[in-house]
């Protein structure tokens, strides 16, 4: 370090290397702008650093042309691209993956959504162990434990679907049904989890602790849907080129396709008339178990065979669980009438509503006849779920399902229901599955006092979800204490719970019991041009359509090929396994 108080020289050499010295006043100027000019490089090194970080999380993060060229690409597909982008091109995995097509983009993508729920769980668990929270919220925490599990099991099967895609083994158009339900299901595990807290304000604490992480995987989804969705459209576009306009769904709607996963042996169990139970549940002690829920969890898990349990007539009270390892359950009951599962939970009484149902059913491919479901907790508990399903690829036939608000929640995945009967009140037929109601009687009962009737009110977020509830050849009619007084408490075909609300009912008969309207408002303009609600070809007091809304979502639908889409060949894909259910289910229109 100089000496202070010694004078020190400043100096340069000129163009022929000579020293040159300065003099005083000289030396003052030049240091007065020499220290200006590293002021000024100092700024402009600043703002490039800025520019270039700009740069570099937009366009040239990703230093390779190819694949900048093909996650551009393939994220602009979505909605919302620049997530899409950044969170690809930050990702540490890109180092180490070939990115060359738009089935890599979307792999590392679900790579790095599992990432984010992975953490959503952890910021839940840590939530969970705060001091003084409410029973509601401790269960509505749990509830999102349990979706955020679903979910990344369906990532995982996700992943496994692209690694197979495109595969021998599926159709294509199969194969982006599969992948687009899965992703689908997703998105509303992340809307479950929020739902939970939307009760009172102090629930609302802990939903805004988890909102911001939730939505961010959720738009995650919804980006990878959009993909999946593009790809798929664009490859079976050019097989179906390929194959000079040959109908791919052909072989689905033509009949029976046993499913992949079915074994030689279960299709012969499936064909008879009659199905031999592996257990039986008798309230009287006469059967294998007591419950229904002993039978549920001593039944084999992960099983891909079917497995009987027959419940012997009689009224059950409890709450049963099938979780997702309980696959290929079968519940043969001895008469809709006569075995009854019931219980009570409510909303009010602090239960949520995920939580509230009396039978809960997630594993796969699960089917249920000749039972009755209820729930009794009654017009003034509010949301009590008599039924909630999130199973892939389930059925129910000859099925009630009895209770006030929410009574059956077709919560995710595809669904299938046949000659079954459902009553209830407010929304009472809601969720965002896959789900077709066909021949079944849909009644409304007598609410509370100044409440109106809704029959559905769909949850799809995403117009790229392949979700709604279709009403098909079903009739619409009142019970037996709503018609005296269906004057006092209007009803109406449905109101849209989420923005892209996606509900269809064609070749119905309505009653005389349905507003002239015909659906009604969320809140506001909510939804009312985003939703896709749709009438086709309906019979009955009730079905006229001249005085119906006027939203820009709502169609009266004229054309039988239009309506061909909500049947359940192509809503659910129902060629390849409904065959498997030995149930009866029709097809097409």
Not at 332 to 351: F, H, L, M, P, Y
């Amino acid at each position: 370090m100089s000496d202070p108080g010694k004078h020190i020289s400043i100096g340069m050499s000129d163009s022929d290397g000579k020293h040159v010295s300065l003099s005083k006043s000289r030396r003052k100027l030049f240091l007065l702008l020499f220290t200006s000019f590293l002021l000024i490089a100092a700024v402009i090194g600043i703002v490039a650093g800025v520019n270039s970080k700009k740069n570099n999380s937009d366009e040239n993060i990703i230093k390779s042309p190819s694949t900048h060229a093909v996650v551009k690409s393939a994220c602009s597909t979505t909605f919302y691209p620049d997530l899409c982008y950044s969170t690809i091109a930050n990702a540490p995995q890109l180092s180490s993956k070939a990115i060359s097509t738009p089935k890599d983009v979307i792999t590392l993508s679900l790579n790095i959504t599992k990432t984010a729920v992975e953490k959503n769980y952890f910021s839940v668990k840590r939530l969970s162990k705060r001091k003084g929270l409410t029973n509601r919220e401790k269960t509505a925490l749990h509830d999102c434990l349990e979706t955020i599990d679903d979910t990344l099991d369906e990532i995982k099967k996700a992943e496994d679907d692209l690694n197979e895609y495109p595969s021998y083994k599926k159709s294509l158009a199969r194969h982006a049904d599969d992948l687009k339900t899965l992703m689908s299901a997703a998105m509303t595990n992340q809307e479950t989890c929020l739902d939970g807290f939307s009760y009172d304000k102090a629930d609302k604490k802990i939903r805004e602790a988890l909102i911001e992480g939730q939505l961010h995987v959720e738009k995650m989804f919804s980006n990878a849907l959009a993909m999946i969705k593009n790809m798929t459209d664009t490859d079976i576009a050019k097989e179906i080129t390929l194959n000079k306009g040959r109908n791919l769904r052909e072989k689905a709607e033509g009949g029976i396709e046993w499913p992949e996963w079915l074994s030689a042996g279960d299709r012969r169990l499936l064909q008879s008339s009659t199905v031999t139970p592996d257990v039986v549940v008798a309230a009287d002690g006469s059967g294998n178990y007591k419950t229904v829920s002993e039978a549920v969890a001593a039944a084999p898990s992960s099983s891909s065979k079917r497995y009987v349990i027959r419940i012997k007539a009689g009224v059950y009270r409890e709450n049963v669980d099938v979780d997702k390892k309980k696959t290929n359950l079968m519940f043969v009951g001895d008469g809709r009438t006569t075995t009854i599962i019931t219980a009570s939970r409510n909303v009010v009484d602090g239960s949520t509503t995920f939580n509230s149902a009396t039978v809960a059913v997630v594993g796969e491919r699960f089917l249920a006849r000749d039972i009755t479901f209820q729930n009794t907790a009654g017009p003034s508990k509010h949301q009590a779920v008599a039924l909630r399903v999130g199973a892939d690829l389930s059925a129910f036939y000859h099925c009630d399902m009895i209770a006030y608000q929410d009574t059956l929640y077709v919560h995710s995945n595809r669904q299938y229901y046949i000659n079954c009967y459902i009553a209830g009140t407010v929304d009472f037929i809601f969720g965002n599955a896959a789900a077709v109601l066909q021949d079944c009687d849909i009644h409304a009962r007598r609410p509370n006092a100044g409440q109106k009737n809704m029959l559905t009110a769909q949850g799809r977020t995403d117009k790229n979800q392949n979700t709604g509830i279709v009403i098909q050849k079903c009739r619409i009619d009142a019970t037996s204490d709503l018609k005296p007084v269906k004057a006092s408490f209007p009803t109406f075909l449905g109101r849209p719970w989420k923005l892209y609300s996606r509900t269809v009912v064609m070749q119905s008969t309505i009653g005389d019991l349905i507003d002239p309207a015909g659906w009604h408002i969320w809140d506001g303009d909510f939804a009312l041009s985003t939703l896709e609600y749709r009438e086709y070809a309906n019979s009955g007091a009730g079905a006229g359509t001249s005085k119906r809304v006027t939203w820009g979502g709502y169609k009266v639908i004229t054309s039988a090929t239009e309506a061909q889409q909500y049947t359940p060949a192509n809503f659910i894909a129902g060629g390849s396994w409904l065959s498997s259910t030995t149930f009866p289910y029709s097809l097409g229109l």
